[in-house]
């Protein structure tokens, strides 16, 4: 009970400092009826059908009577909590509170700014939320919750530990023509664990023609890795000296979803 009072406290003290309203200056912070907490704040591409729980915690004889999540259009943090147009309510179960990511739209139009000028094209980015509770004995509580969603596949390399961790670039950038010496990529899907992969699919493109075609390969639905020395050379139609293979993976999870890495490798010329 002493633990979830201090959770309930840190929520209401998150309140107090999120209003503007100089009554609340006087608010006992163990007088709220409770808390509503989500799980995690950042989740994949892949993961825009996802069911995001919440923990919720209450006062002896006080339950959660809704849940409430709001766009949060504040732009300062001297006020960070200004309700905009309502997201959903939360399903209320057995001390838990959960809602489908799905309700947030897209994932294929965050905000990207380039040279001045911002278009709705971006395939990562997140949301500012704020959520509202209110419990049986008329109490409320409110808190600013940023979700950020991020790649849905990527790189992998090998830390200090020697342990595989997600990197940002395939950690290859030249292969030498006619070496059989693996040229091993490492890749691997970003998921909440309810997400269902159905593919992973890689595809090359030649001297940045912009034109990708299939590769060669049965690649599963998981993590793996993948050596590009051992993809035929006629796969890509014939090489000469200083030739540039794109390779691109995409995956694809249920509901049609998708996210893609792509790498740039040189076929080094001075073994040719």
């Not at 409770?34 to 915690?57: C, E, H, K």
């Not at 292969?175 to 699919?201: M, Q």
Request: glycine residues 10%; aromatic residues 10%; charged residues 15%.
């Amino acid at each position: 009970m002493k633990k979830y009072i201090k959770q309930i406290a840190a929520f209401a003290l998150i309140a107090v400092l999120a209003s503007c309203d100089s009554a609340d200056d006087n608010v006992n912070l163990t007088s709220v009826g409770g808390n509503a907490v989500p799980t995690t704040s950042s989740i994949s591409r892949l993961d825009n059908n996802y069911v995001l729980p919440f923990n919720t915690f209450t006062q002896e004889g006080v339950t959660v009577s809704k849940v409430e999540l709001f766009k949060n259009t504040a732009k300062t943090t001297s006020d960070p909590i200004i309700f905009g147009d309502k997201v959903t309510d939360l399903t209320l179960s057995e001390g838990k509170g959960t809602f489908n990511t799905s309700v947030l739209g897209s994932f294929d139009v965050f905000p990207v700014t380039s040279g001045g000028v911002t278009t709705l094209t971006g395939k990562t980015g997140s949301y500012s939320l704020a959520i509202l509770a209110t419990y049986s004995d008329g109490s409320t509580t409110r808190a600013p919750w940023t979700l950020t969603v991020g790649k849905g596949i990527s790189w992998q390399g090998f830390n200090d530990e020697g342990k595989l961790a997600n990197t940002t670039s395939s950690g290859i950038s030249t292969i030498t023509y006619g070496d059989t010496t693996p040229a091993l990529v490492y890749i691997a899907p970003v998921k909440k664990s309810t997400t269902t992969i159905t593919s992973i699919v890689g595809y090359w493109s030649k001297n940045d023609s912009g034109t990708f075609a299939a590769l060669p390969l049965t690649l599963t639905n998981g993590a793996q890795p993948v050596n590009l020395a051992a993809i035929p050379y006629t796969t890509y139609g014939g090489l000469v000296a200083g030739d540039k293979i794109t390779y691109r993976f995409v995956i694809t999870a249920t509901g049609g979803q998708t996210d893609q890495i792509s790498t740039t490798v040189t076929f080094d010329a001075d073994a040719i």
